[in-house]
Protein backbone atom coordinates (compact mmCIF):
# COMPACT_ATOMS: atom_id res chain seq x y z
CA UNK A 1 0.00 0.00 0.00
CA UNK A 2 1.17 3.67 -0.84
CA UNK A 3 2.50 6.03 1.83
CA UNK A 4 -0.66 8.57 2.60
CA UNK A 5 0.51 11.98 3.29
CA UNK A 6 -2.09 15.02 3.94
CA UNK A 7 0.65 17.00 2.03
CA UNK A 8 2.42 16.00 -0.93
CA UNK A 9 5.05 19.00 -2.58
CA UNK A 10 6.27 18.43 -5.65
CA UNK A 11 9.63 20.82 -6.11
CA UNK A 12 12.51 20.73 -3.43
CA UNK A 13 12.95 24.96 -4.80
CA UNK A 14 11.82 27.84 -2.17
CA UNK A 15 8.18 27.54 -2.86
CA UNK A 16 8.24 23.76 -2.38
CA UNK A 17 10.88 23.42 0.44
CA UNK A 18 9.17 26.52 2.77
CA UNK A 19 5.52 25.29 1.92
CA UNK A 20 6.51 21.25 3.27
CA UNK A 21 8.60 22.63 5.95
CA UNK A 22 5.45 25.48 7.05
CA UNK A 23 2.75 22.27 6.53
CA UNK A 24 4.97 20.15 9.11
CA UNK A 25 4.67 23.24 11.20
CA UNK A 26 1.00 22.94 11.04
CA UNK A 27 1.02 19.43 12.48
CA UNK A 28 0.05 17.82 8.58
CA UNK A 29 1.90 14.67 7.64
CA UNK A 30 4.12 15.89 4.72
CA UNK A 31 6.23 14.58 2.05
CA UNK A 32 8.55 16.54 -0.91
CA UNK A 33 10.08 15.24 -4.00
CA UNK A 34 13.21 16.97 -5.66
CA UNK A 35 14.62 15.28 -8.37
CA UNK A 36 18.13 17.95 -8.29
CA UNK A 37 21.01 16.04 -7.66
CA UNK A 38 25.16 16.86 -7.30
CA UNK A 39 28.31 15.64 -8.64
CA UNK A 40 27.55 12.64 -6.86
CA UNK A 41 23.92 11.56 -7.96
CA UNK A 42 23.03 12.53 -3.80
CA UNK A 43 19.89 14.60 -3.43
CA UNK A 44 20.49 18.72 -4.03
CA UNK A 45 17.35 20.62 -2.98
CA UNK A 46 16.87 24.35 -3.32
CA UNK A 47 15.66 24.19 -6.95
CA UNK A 48 17.17 26.29 -9.45
CA UNK A 49 17.91 29.47 -7.05
CA UNK A 50 19.85 27.35 -4.79
CA UNK A 51 21.72 25.21 -7.07
CA UNK A 52 22.40 26.99 -10.65
CA UNK A 53 20.54 30.66 -9.92
CA UNK A 54 20.63 32.92 -7.07
CA UNK A 55 23.32 30.95 -4.58
CA UNK A 56 26.42 30.76 -7.05
CA UNK A 57 25.44 33.71 -8.84
CA UNK A 58 25.90 35.74 -5.46
CA UNK A 59 29.34 33.36 -4.14
CA UNK A 60 30.59 34.66 -7.99
CA UNK A 61 29.80 37.91 -7.70
CA UNK A 62 31.27 38.11 -4.40
CA UNK A 63 34.36 36.65 -5.57
CA UNK A 64 34.85 38.59 -8.44
CA UNK A 65 34.09 42.27 -6.64
CA UNK A 66 36.68 40.86 -4.59
CA UNK A 67 39.31 40.97 -7.19
CA UNK A 68 38.24 44.15 -8.99
CA UNK A 69 38.31 45.81 -5.40
CA UNK A 70 42.05 44.72 -5.14
CA UNK A 71 43.10 45.93 -8.52
CA UNK A 72 41.26 49.05 -8.90
CA UNK A 73 40.56 50.37 -5.05
CA UNK A 74 42.79 48.85 -2.75
CA UNK A 75 45.73 51.34 -3.64
CA UNK A 76 43.01 53.92 -2.72
CA UNK A 77 43.40 52.65 0.74
CA UNK A 78 47.01 52.53 0.77
CA UNK A 79 46.99 48.64 0.25
CA UNK A 80 49.71 47.49 -2.18
CA UNK A 81 49.28 44.52 -4.07
CA UNK A 82 51.67 42.96 -6.53
CA UNK A 83 51.00 40.17 -9.51
CA UNK A 84 47.26 39.93 -8.99
CA UNK A 85 45.45 36.89 -10.43
CA UNK A 86 42.41 34.99 -10.12
CA UNK A 87 42.30 31.15 -9.74
CA UNK A 88 39.00 30.41 -11.36
CA UNK A 89 38.91 26.71 -10.56
CA UNK A 90 39.45 27.51 -6.61
CA UNK A 91 36.55 30.51 -7.08
CA UNK A 92 34.45 28.10 -8.59
CA UNK A 93 34.79 25.45 -5.74
CA UNK A 94 34.18 27.84 -3.43
CA UNK A 95 31.16 28.55 -5.52
CA UNK A 96 30.47 24.88 -5.11
CA UNK A 97 30.73 24.60 -1.13
CA UNK A 98 28.35 27.64 -0.92
CA UNK A 99 25.69 25.50 -2.83
CA UNK A 100 26.38 22.57 -1.60
CA UNK A 101 25.81 24.15 2.44
CA UNK A 102 23.07 25.32 1.56
CA UNK A 103 21.57 22.12 -0.21
CA UNK A 104 22.57 20.40 3.19
CA UNK A 105 21.27 23.03 4.86
CA UNK A 106 17.60 22.13 3.21
CA UNK A 107 17.72 18.37 3.87
CA UNK A 108 18.74 19.05 7.76
CA UNK A 109 15.57 21.22 8.15
CA UNK A 110 13.61 18.63 6.27
CA UNK A 111 14.96 16.62 9.26
CA UNK A 112 13.86 18.95 11.94
CA UNK A 113 10.69 19.52 11.06
CA UNK A 114 9.86 15.78 10.05
CA UNK A 115 9.44 16.02 6.11
CA UNK A 116 9.72 13.13 4.64
CA UNK A 117 12.16 13.48 1.90
CA UNK A 118 11.80 11.59 -1.66
CA UNK A 119 14.87 11.89 -4.30
CA UNK A 120 13.37 11.68 -7.70
CA UNK A 121 11.09 12.80 -10.47
CA UNK A 122 7.29 13.73 -8.98
CA UNK A 123 4.84 13.21 -11.35
CA UNK A 124 0.75 13.08 -11.02
CA UNK A 125 -0.26 9.01 -11.76
CA UNK A 126 -4.30 9.36 -10.98
CA UNK A 127 -7.13 10.68 -8.71
CA UNK A 128 -8.07 8.03 -5.90
CA UNK A 129 -10.22 8.53 -2.84
CA UNK A 130 -9.35 11.23 -0.88
CA UNK A 131 -6.14 12.76 -2.82
CA UNK A 132 -3.80 11.80 -5.56
CA UNK A 133 -1.37 9.20 -6.20
CA UNK A 134 1.71 10.70 -6.92
CA UNK A 135 4.73 8.46 -8.98
CA UNK A 136 8.35 8.97 -7.69
CA UNK A 137 10.74 8.07 -10.11
CA UNK A 138 14.58 7.87 -8.26
CA UNK A 139 16.96 5.14 -8.38
CA UNK A 140 13.94 3.09 -7.24
CA UNK A 141 10.07 3.95 -7.91
CA UNK A 142 7.21 4.17 -6.01
CA UNK A 143 4.41 6.18 -5.09
CA UNK A 144 3.03 8.06 -2.92
CA UNK A 145 -0.38 9.41 -1.73
CA UNK A 146 -1.15 12.88 -1.03
CA UNK A 147 -4.58 14.86 0.08
CA UNK A 148 -3.13 17.75 -0.39
CA UNK A 149 -0.52 18.02 -3.47
CA UNK A 150 1.47 21.48 -3.51
CA UNK A 151 3.03 21.91 -7.01
CA UNK A 152 6.61 23.53 -7.31
CA UNK A 153 8.14 22.63 -10.19
CA UNK A 154 9.74 26.02 -11.07
CA UNK A 155 11.05 27.13 -14.63
CA UNK A 156 13.65 26.59 -17.09
CA UNK A 157 15.72 28.93 -19.28
CA UNK A 158 14.45 29.99 -22.22
CA UNK A 159 17.02 29.11 -25.46
CA UNK A 160 16.40 30.54 -28.64
CA UNK A 161 15.10 29.39 -31.56
CA UNK A 162 17.57 27.49 -33.51
CA UNK A 163 19.79 28.03 -30.81
CA UNK A 164 19.75 25.32 -28.40
CA UNK A 165 21.95 25.55 -25.36
CA UNK A 166 24.80 23.20 -25.17
CA UNK A 167 26.29 24.45 -22.15
CA UNK A 168 29.81 24.68 -23.47
CA UNK A 169 29.87 27.93 -25.86
CA UNK A 170 26.33 28.48 -25.83
CA UNK A 171 25.39 29.15 -22.63
CA UNK A 172 22.14 29.11 -19.89
CA UNK A 173 22.60 30.26 -16.51
CA UNK A 174 23.64 27.08 -15.10
CA UNK A 175 26.81 26.90 -17.78
CA UNK A 176 27.31 30.76 -16.99
CA UNK A 177 27.89 29.57 -13.86
CA UNK A 178 30.73 26.81 -15.27
CA UNK A 179 32.81 28.47 -17.36
CA UNK A 180 36.32 26.85 -16.41
CA UNK A 181 38.57 30.00 -17.50
CA UNK A 182 37.99 33.93 -18.13
CA UNK A 183 36.78 34.40 -22.16
CA UNK A 184 38.60 36.87 -23.33
CA UNK A 185 35.21 37.85 -25.43
CA UNK A 186 31.87 37.20 -23.64
CA UNK A 187 28.20 38.17 -25.36
CA UNK A 188 25.21 38.25 -23.37
CA UNK A 189 22.14 38.10 -24.71
CA UNK A 190 19.47 39.84 -22.52
CA UNK A 191 20.27 42.34 -20.09
CA UNK A 192 18.09 40.99 -17.72
CA UNK A 193 19.29 39.99 -14.31
CA UNK A 194 20.62 36.90 -15.00
CA UNK A 195 22.58 38.84 -17.78
CA UNK A 196 23.90 41.82 -16.22
CA UNK A 197 25.20 39.61 -13.20
CA UNK A 198 27.03 36.83 -15.14
CA UNK A 199 28.19 39.96 -17.19
CA UNK A 200 29.44 41.98 -14.49
CA UNK A 201 30.65 38.84 -13.07
CA UNK A 202 33.33 37.89 -15.79
CA UNK A 203 33.59 41.79 -16.76
CA UNK A 204 35.39 42.15 -13.77
CA UNK A 205 37.45 38.80 -14.24
CA UNK A 206 39.06 40.63 -17.35
CA UNK A 207 36.23 39.48 -20.23
CA UNK A 208 35.37 41.90 -23.12
CA UNK A 209 31.83 42.03 -22.62
CA UNK A 210 29.41 42.79 -25.11
CA UNK A 211 25.36 42.74 -23.55
CA UNK A 212 23.16 42.77 -26.99
CA UNK A 213 18.81 43.61 -25.81
CA UNK A 214 16.16 43.65 -27.68
CA UNK A 215 14.23 46.48 -26.03
CA UNK A 216 14.77 49.95 -27.01
CA UNK A 217 15.09 50.52 -22.97
CA UNK A 218 17.32 49.57 -20.80
CA UNK A 219 16.11 47.89 -17.57
CA UNK A 220 12.50 48.56 -19.02
CA UNK A 221 10.85 47.35 -15.91
CA UNK A 222 12.88 49.49 -13.56
CA UNK A 223 12.31 53.14 -12.60
CA UNK A 224 14.15 54.93 -15.69
CA UNK A 225 15.62 57.43 -13.54
CA UNK A 226 17.52 54.61 -11.84
CA UNK A 227 17.86 52.79 -15.17
CA UNK A 228 19.63 55.01 -16.72
CA UNK A 229 22.05 55.94 -13.62
CA UNK A 230 22.65 52.31 -13.83
CA UNK A 231 23.55 52.11 -17.01
CA UNK A 232 25.86 55.36 -17.14
CA UNK A 233 27.84 53.00 -14.39
CA UNK A 234 28.01 49.58 -16.54
CA UNK A 235 29.42 51.67 -19.44
CA UNK A 236 31.67 53.27 -17.04
CA UNK A 237 33.15 49.83 -15.85
CA UNK A 238 33.69 48.48 -19.31
CA UNK A 239 29.80 46.71 -20.54
CA UNK A 240 29.35 47.38 -23.52
CA UNK A 241 25.46 47.52 -23.70
CA UNK A 242 23.43 47.87 -27.28
CA UNK A 243 19.72 48.46 -27.18
CA UNK A 244 17.16 47.51 -29.81
CA UNK A 245 18.94 44.70 -31.73
CA UNK A 246 17.14 41.83 -34.01
CA UNK A 247 18.95 38.86 -33.37
CA UNK A 248 19.22 36.75 -36.89
CA UNK A 249 21.09 33.69 -36.22
CA UNK A 250 23.60 32.35 -33.78
CA UNK A 251 26.54 30.02 -34.94
CA UNK A 252 28.49 27.81 -32.93
CA UNK A 253 31.74 26.95 -34.10
CA UNK A 254 34.88 25.41 -33.47
CA UNK A 255 36.31 27.91 -30.95
CA UNK A 256 33.64 31.02 -31.15
CA UNK A 257 30.32 31.49 -31.51
CA UNK A 258 29.06 34.13 -34.31
CA UNK A 259 26.11 35.96 -33.50
CA UNK A 260 24.43 37.93 -36.58
CA UNK A 261 22.05 41.04 -35.39
CA UNK A 262 20.55 44.00 -36.97
CA UNK A 263 21.30 46.91 -34.30
CA UNK A 264 18.89 50.08 -33.61
CA UNK A 265 19.85 51.89 -36.69
CA UNK A 266 19.18 48.75 -38.76
CA UNK A 267 22.76 47.89 -40.10
CA UNK A 268 24.07 44.21 -40.27
CA UNK A 269 26.72 43.45 -37.07
CA UNK A 270 28.00 40.44 -36.89
CA UNK A 271 29.65 39.66 -33.73
CA UNK A 272 32.20 36.83 -32.38
CA UNK A 273 32.71 36.03 -29.01
CA UNK A 274 34.30 32.91 -27.24
CA UNK A 275 31.14 32.30 -25.09
CA UNK A 276 27.83 33.28 -25.27
CA UNK A 277 25.01 33.40 -22.34
CA UNK A 278 21.80 33.73 -23.49
CA UNK A 279 19.47 35.14 -21.11
CA UNK A 280 16.25 35.71 -22.64
CA UNK A 281 13.70 35.05 -19.59
CA UNK A 282 12.56 31.30 -18.34
CA UNK A 283 9.41 29.09 -19.18
CA UNK A 284 7.45 27.45 -16.44
CA UNK A 285 8.59 24.04 -15.81
CA UNK A 286 5.54 21.37 -16.12
CA UNK A 287 6.70 18.90 -18.67
CA UNK A 288 6.96 15.82 -17.09
CA UNK A 289 4.32 16.25 -14.57
CA UNK A 290 1.61 14.40 -16.43
CA UNK A 291 -0.63 16.94 -15.97
CA UNK A 292 -3.27 15.20 -18.36
CA UNK A 293 -3.58 12.01 -16.22
CA UNK A 294 -5.81 14.22 -13.62
CA UNK A 295 -6.93 17.52 -15.61
CA UNK A 296 -4.81 19.87 -14.40
CA UNK A 297 -4.93 23.02 -16.41
CA UNK A 298 -1.70 24.65 -17.79
CA UNK A 299 -2.33 27.77 -19.60
CA UNK A 300 -1.06 28.84 -23.08
CA UNK A 301 2.79 29.35 -21.74
CA UNK A 302 2.82 26.12 -20.07
CA UNK A 303 2.38 27.47 -16.77
CA UNK A 304 -0.33 25.93 -14.00
CA UNK A 305 -3.82 27.93 -13.94
CA UNK A 306 -4.41 29.45 -10.27
CA UNK A 307 -7.19 31.63 -8.70
CA UNK A 308 -5.52 34.44 -6.42
CA UNK A 309 -5.32 31.86 -3.88
CA UNK A 310 -2.54 29.58 -5.65
CA UNK A 311 -5.65 27.15 -5.99
CA UNK A 312 -5.47 25.01 -9.49
CA UNK A 313 -8.79 23.89 -11.56
CA UNK A 314 -8.15 20.61 -9.25
CA UNK A 315 -9.73 19.96 -5.71
CA UNK A 316 -6.65 20.39 -3.07
CA UNK A 317 -4.20 20.98 -6.00
CA UNK A 318 -2.05 24.60 -5.49
CA UNK A 319 0.63 25.79 -7.26
CA UNK A 320 3.61 28.50 -6.57
CA UNK A 321 6.49 30.48 -7.11
CA UNK A 322 7.67 30.39 -11.25
CA UNK A 323 5.61 27.77 -12.53
CA UNK A 324 2.34 29.97 -11.89
CA UNK A 325 1.40 33.68 -12.63
CA UNK A 326 3.58 36.91 -11.35
CA UNK A 327 7.14 37.31 -11.12
CA UNK A 328 9.46 34.62 -10.88
CA UNK A 329 11.07 35.60 -7.81
CA UNK A 330 12.69 33.19 -4.81
CA UNK A 331 10.88 34.97 -2.33
CA UNK A 332 7.79 35.63 -4.13
CA UNK A 333 7.32 31.68 -4.10
CA UNK A 334 8.57 31.16 -0.76
CA UNK A 335 5.67 33.43 0.53
CA UNK A 336 3.48 31.65 -2.05
CA UNK A 337 4.83 28.22 -0.29
CA UNK A 338 3.82 29.51 3.20
CA UNK A 339 0.56 30.81 2.15
CA UNK A 340 -0.63 27.79 1.01
CA UNK A 341 0.16 25.68 3.47
CA UNK A 342 -1.95 27.84 5.91
CA UNK A 343 -5.07 28.23 3.74
CA UNK A 344 -4.85 23.88 4.08
CA UNK A 345 -4.90 24.38 7.56
CA UNK A 346 -7.66 27.13 7.14
CA UNK A 347 -6.39 30.43 7.91
CA UNK A 348 -6.23 33.13 5.88
CA UNK A 349 -3.00 34.48 4.43
CA UNK A 350 -2.41 37.52 2.06
CA UNK A 351 0.59 37.93 -0.38
CA UNK A 352 0.91 41.30 -1.52
CA UNK A 353 2.34 41.24 -5.02
CA UNK A 354 2.71 45.54 -5.07
CA UNK A 355 5.26 44.54 -2.07
CA UNK A 356 7.60 42.31 -3.10
CA UNK A 357 10.76 43.68 -3.86
CA UNK A 358 12.80 42.89 -6.72
CA UNK A 359 16.57 43.15 -6.77
CA UNK A 360 19.79 42.93 -9.23
CA UNK A 361 23.34 41.85 -7.42
CA UNK A 362 25.29 43.96 -9.41
CA UNK A 363 27.66 46.63 -8.57
CA UNK A 364 25.87 49.04 -8.25
CA UNK A 365 23.41 47.19 -6.84
CA UNK A 366 19.34 47.51 -8.29
CA UNK A 367 16.44 47.28 -6.01
CA UNK A 368 12.74 48.13 -6.19
CA UNK A 369 9.29 47.78 -4.63
CA UNK A 370 6.22 49.33 -5.17
CA UNK A 371 5.50 51.48 -8.78
CA UNK A 372 7.97 52.80 -10.88
CA UNK A 373 7.62 57.23 -12.45
CA UNK A 374 6.55 55.81 -15.45
CA UNK A 375 3.69 53.74 -13.83
CA UNK A 376 2.44 56.09 -11.91
CA UNK A 377 1.90 58.67 -15.04
CA UNK A 378 0.43 56.39 -17.26
CA UNK A 379 -2.47 56.06 -14.89
CA UNK A 380 -2.74 59.34 -14.35
CA UNK A 381 -2.05 59.30 -10.44
CA UNK A 382 -0.44 62.48 -8.40
CA UNK A 383 2.33 62.03 -7.07
CA UNK A 384 5.21 63.48 -5.89
CA UNK A 385 9.03 62.34 -5.90
CA UNK A 386 12.17 62.93 -3.69
CA UNK A 387 15.83 61.32 -4.67
CA UNK A 388 19.16 61.43 -2.40
CA UNK A 389 22.33 60.86 -3.80
CA UNK A 390 24.77 58.49 -2.58
CA UNK A 391 27.39 61.05 -3.12
CA UNK A 392 26.26 63.25 -0.28
CA UNK A 393 26.20 60.37 2.33
CA UNK A 394 28.89 60.29 4.59
CA UNK A 395 28.91 56.32 5.16
CA UNK A 396 28.87 56.15 0.94
CA UNK A 397 32.02 58.21 0.79
CA UNK A 398 33.84 56.65 3.79
CA UNK A 399 33.34 53.24 1.68
CA UNK A 400 34.58 54.84 -1.42
CA UNK A 401 30.85 53.86 -3.16
CA UNK A 402 29.21 57.27 -4.13
CA UNK A 403 27.82 55.60 -7.33
CA UNK A 404 23.53 56.15 -7.25
CA UNK A 405 20.57 57.26 -5.21
CA UNK A 406 17.56 56.03 -3.76
CA UNK A 407 14.08 57.78 -5.09
CA UNK A 408 10.97 57.37 -3.16
CA UNK A 409 7.39 57.97 -4.80
CA UNK A 410 4.55 59.52 -2.67
CA UNK A 411 0.82 60.27 -3.48
CA UNK A 412 0.51 63.71 -3.93
CA UNK A 413 -2.56 63.83 -1.40
CA UNK A 414 -2.26 61.40 0.96
CA UNK A 415 1.53 61.19 0.90
CA UNK A 416 1.49 57.39 1.15
CA UNK A 417 4.54 55.48 -0.51
CA UNK A 418 3.49 54.58 -3.97
CA UNK A 419 7.05 53.33 -4.66
CA UNK A 420 11.16 53.13 -3.29
CA UNK A 421 14.24 52.65 -5.78
CA UNK A 422 17.45 52.49 -5.56
CA UNK A 423 20.83 52.16 -7.39
CA UNK A 424 23.85 51.81 -4.82
CA UNK A 425 25.71 50.67 -2.71
CA UNK A 426 23.65 47.53 -0.45
CA UNK A 427 20.35 48.58 -1.84
CA UNK A 428 19.55 44.82 -1.58
CA UNK A 429 19.52 45.35 2.05
CA UNK A 430 18.14 49.19 1.80
CA UNK A 431 15.08 48.07 -0.11
CA UNK A 432 13.59 45.91 3.29
CA UNK A 433 12.75 49.20 5.17
CA UNK A 434 10.34 50.68 2.12
CA UNK A 435 8.99 47.04 1.85
CA UNK A 436 8.10 47.25 6.26
CA UNK A 437 6.71 50.94 5.54
CA UNK A 438 4.62 50.04 2.27
CA UNK A 439 3.34 46.97 4.05
CA UNK A 440 2.06 49.12 7.08
CA UNK A 441 0.71 51.92 4.80
CA UNK A 442 3.54 54.23 6.02
CA UNK A 443 3.76 58.00 4.85
CA UNK A 444 6.94 59.71 3.36
CA UNK A 445 6.70 61.75 6.45
CA UNK A 446 7.07 58.66 8.48
CA UNK A 447 10.31 57.73 6.99
CA UNK A 448 11.43 61.27 7.27
CA UNK A 449 10.43 61.34 10.71
CA UNK A 450 12.52 58.55 12.05
CA UNK A 451 15.65 58.49 13.55
CA UNK A 452 18.57 56.66 11.48
CA UNK A 453 21.25 55.81 12.53
CA UNK A 454 24.74 57.73 11.51
CA UNK A 455 26.89 57.71 9.41
CA UNK A 456 24.76 54.99 7.69
CA UNK A 457 23.86 54.39 4.20
CA UNK A 458 20.04 54.25 5.16
CA UNK A 459 20.33 57.72 6.39
CA UNK A 460 20.27 58.43 2.11
CA UNK A 461 16.40 57.08 2.38
CA UNK A 462 15.32 59.38 5.32
CA UNK A 463 16.69 62.24 3.01
CA UNK A 464 15.12 61.05 -0.55
CA UNK A 465 11.84 60.77 1.99
CA UNK A 466 12.55 64.26 3.35
CA UNK A 467 13.22 64.89 -0.42
CA UNK A 468 9.66 64.36 -1.50
CA UNK A 469 8.97 67.40 1.00
CA UNK A 470 11.54 69.42 -0.69
CA UNK A 471 13.54 69.76 2.71
CA UNK A 472 16.82 67.57 2.66
CA UNK A 473 19.04 68.58 5.45
CA UNK A 474 22.26 67.04 3.30
CA UNK A 475 21.83 67.91 -0.10
Given amino acids: MSQQFDVVVIGGGPGGYVAAIRAAQLGFSTACIDEWKNDKGGPAPGGTCTNVGCIPSKALLQSSEHFEHAGHSFADHG ?11 KMLGRKDTVVKQNNDGILYLFKKNKVTFFHGRGSFAKAVDGG ?3 AVTGTASESIVGKHVI ?77 KEAHKAFVKQGLKIELGVKIDKVT ?21 VDKLIVSIGRVPNTIGLNAEAVGLKLDERGAITVDDHCHTNLPNVWAVGDVVRGPMLAHKAEEEGVAVAERIAGQHPHVNFNTVPWVIYTSPEIAWVGQTEQQLKAEGREYKAGTFPFMANGRARAMGDTTGMVKMLADATTDEILGVHIVGPFASELIAEAVVAMEFRASAEDIARICHAHPSLSESTKEAALAVDKRTLNF
Fill in 252 to 272: AGKSAVTVTYANANGDAVKLE
Fill in 79 to 89: IGLDNLSIDVA
Fill in 132 to 134: YEI
Fill in 151 to 227: LATGSNARSLPGAPFDEQKILSNDGALRIGSVPKRLGVIGSGVIGLEMGSVWRRLGSEVTVLEGLPTFLGAVDQQIA
